[in-house]
């Protein structure tokens, strides 16, 4: 099996208003019911052709192309101010090339930032989704 046959998990902390964004966005686009339970959080890969996996890389992706944009137009100190209890952490699946990517990315921005990886997964993410951070 190639990474162009199967996705890998991507763990992302986001405010539930970001959450409740996603959720809403995935559900249009594939159908995913419930997003905090739709990928086994045990498995390693989810293989290609899984609806919700096709989404969501298809997502990250964008989100990829477009972080340059999306990190100018991120509320990184809307995000700072979510309560650090009250993040949830979501599982997606992408390109194993995605994910890395992303990782480096947040990492990146996170440092510049001088905040944690939450705070910078939350405000990019509430950027694309064009979502408020907080409810």
Avoid: C, N
Wanted: net charge negative.
């Amino acid at each position: 099996m190639t990474d162009d046959d199967r996705y890998k998990l991507f763990g992302v902390y986001l405010s539930e208003p970001t959450v409740d964004a996603l959720a809403e966005s995935l559900y249009e686009e594939a159908g995913v019911v419930d997003l905090e339970t739709y990928f086994d959080e045990t498995a390693d890969f989810v293989p290609a052709g899984d609806p919700g996996a096709d989404t969501t890389d298809a997502l990250l992706a964008d989100v990829l192309e477009s972080f340059a944009t999306l990190y100018d137009h991120a509320a990184f100190e809307t995000a700072e101010a979510v309560d650090p209890d009250s993040f949830t952490l979501v599982h997606l699946a992408a390109r194993p090339r995605h994910v890395t990517e992303l990782r480096e990315r947040f990492q990146a921005a996170a440092t510049i930032q001088e905040t944690d990886l939450r705070t910078v997964q939350t405000a990019i993410l509430a950027a694309h989704l064009e979502t408020e951070l907080t409810a």
